[in-house]
């Protein structure tokens, strides 16, 4: 049950190891994600994440317990990177164990839906066409508002 | 009602950072009058506003998001001694 901000590539191997410790429980979902080589419009050759680290701390923190006491989590983790990051690397890790697959499947869709809007951290895209901030998506708005409806539980 | 003087911190991120060329800085609010308003967020952005058409127009888009001490609030938030008041757009983490 901890957050971790890192600079270096996320050891999803290890940190699944971690997360499921000597006691599975019955269900285990992980969400990885990956610097995609292009956005909306441009091809991108590398990404630049800035973070508010106390605050990313903070917010990361208060969102895995939060989906822990909703989903009845036996475990979660949460990896996000900041800095420099290439095409394909590692940005973000979600880890949730559950006693049921229900509970892991929507704790790690929560946490990852919260995290895109509420975390502090920036992406600036970097590529042929030069570099730009990412604009915040009203998709991922979307996903975020159906927690708050009820239309996600 | 606030009164004295005040000295707070101010934070700034991503595109507000790069338009203003600062990352952080100390605030002292002196000659705050008994008579004024609450500290809170709107007057802080008032105040910051006064520094150029450049802080006016970062700090007045509609999408700003504020942060008093690592939570969002609104601009009727209260500020007080030793706050962090941070300044930025739309998150794009994950």
């Given at each position: 049950m901890s957050v971790a901000l890192q600079s270096e590539a996320i050891d999803v191997a290890a940190e699944y190891t971690q997360l499921v410790g000597d006691r599975p429980g019955a269900a285990v979902v992980t969400f990885t994600g990956y610097v995609r080589d292009h956005s909306d419009q441009h091809a991108v050759t590398e990404l630049e994440l800035e973070h508010y680290p106390e605050m990313a701390r903070k917010v990361l923190s208060d969102l895995g317990q939060l989906a822990a006491e909703r989903f009845g989590l036996r475990n979660w983790r949460i990896v996000h990177r900041f800095g420099l990051l290439a095409v394909s690397e590692t940005i973000v890790w979600v880890g949730a164990v559950a006693d049921h697959r229900g509970e892991a499947i929507s704790a790690c869709e929560l946490i990852m839906d919260t995290l895109k809007t509420d975390a502090p951290f920036w992406k600036r895209e970097q590529g042929p066409a030069g570099e730009q901030w990412v604009a915040s998506r009203d998709s991922d708005i979307a996903r975020r508002a159906r927690w708050q409806s009820g239309e996600a539980q | 009602m606030a009164s004295g003087s005040v000295s707070i911190t101010i934070k700034l991120f991503s595109a507000l950072r790069e338009a203003l060329g600062e990352s952080e800085f100390e605030l002292a609010i002196s000659d705050?009058?008994?008579?004024?308003?609450?500290?809170?967020v709107a007057a802080i952005k008032a105040l910051l506003s006064q520094r150029g058409a450049a802080w006016k127009e970062a700090l007045n888009q509609p999408n700003l998001v504020h942060a008093l001490n690592h939570k969002v609030v609104f601009t009727d938030a209260v500020v007080s001694e030793g706050d962090e008041l941070a300044f930025f757009p739309p998150m794009t983490g994950g």
């Amino acid at each position: 049950m901890s957050v971790a901000l890192q600079s270096e590539a996320i050891d999803v191997a290890a940190e699944y190891t971690q997360l499921v410790g000597d006691r599975p429980g019955a269900a285990v979902v992980t969400f990885t994600g990956y610097v995609r080589d292009h956005s909306d419009q441009h091809a991108v050759t590398e990404l630049e994440l800035e973070h508010y680290p106390e605050m990313a701390r903070k917010v990361l923190s208060d969102l895995g317990q939060l989906a822990a006491e909703r989903f009845g989590l036996r475990n979660w983790r949460i990896v996000h990177r900041f800095g420099l990051l290439a095409v394909s690397e590692t940005i973000v890790w979600v880890g949730a164990v559950a006693d049921h697959r229900g509970e892991a499947i929507s704790a790690c869709e929560l946490i990852m839906d919260t995290l895109k809007t509420d975390a502090p951290f920036w992406k600036r895209e970097q590529g042929p066409a030069g570099e730009q901030w990412v604009a915040s998506r009203d998709s991922d708005i979307a996903r975020r508002a159906r927690w708050q409806s009820g239309e996600a539980q | 009602m606030a009164s004295g003087s005040v000295s707070i911190t101010i934070k700034l991120f991503s595109a507000l950072r790069e338009a203003l060329g600062e990352s952080e800085f100390e605030l002292a609010i002196s000659d705050i009058s008994q008579a004024s308003a609450q500290l809170d967020v709107a007057a802080i952005k008032a105040l910051l506003s006064q520094r150029g058409a450049a802080w006016k127009e970062a700090l007045n888009q509609p999408n700003l998001v504020h942060a008093l001490n690592h939570k969002v609030v609104f601009t009727d938030a209260v500020v007080s001694e030793g706050d962090e008041l941070a300044f930025f757009p739309p998150m794009t983490g994950g």
